[in-house]
C-alpha cells in the first residue's frame, strides 16, 4: 500500500513538474545507496543495545524475574 501511495505521488510530481519527476526518478536509486550502509549500521547498533540489555537482566532473569519490558 505504502508503494502505491509513492507512485501516486510520483504521477502526480510528473504532472505538476516533470523535469523534477525525472529528476527524483534518476536519483532515487542513488539516493538509496548512499543510506544503505547507515541503515546497516543503525542495525547493528539496535541488535547491539539488545544483546547489553539482555546480558544485564540475566541475573535478574535467573531469579525468578519475568522477561524485561520496555
Known sequence: MKIIG?????????????????LFLVLAPLIWLIALPFRLLGVCVTATFAFIKALLFLPARLLGGGPATT
Open 6 to 22: 509513492y507512485f501516486l505521488l510520483w504521477c502526480l510530481l510528473l504532472a505538476i513538474c516533470w523535469p523534477l519527476a525525472l
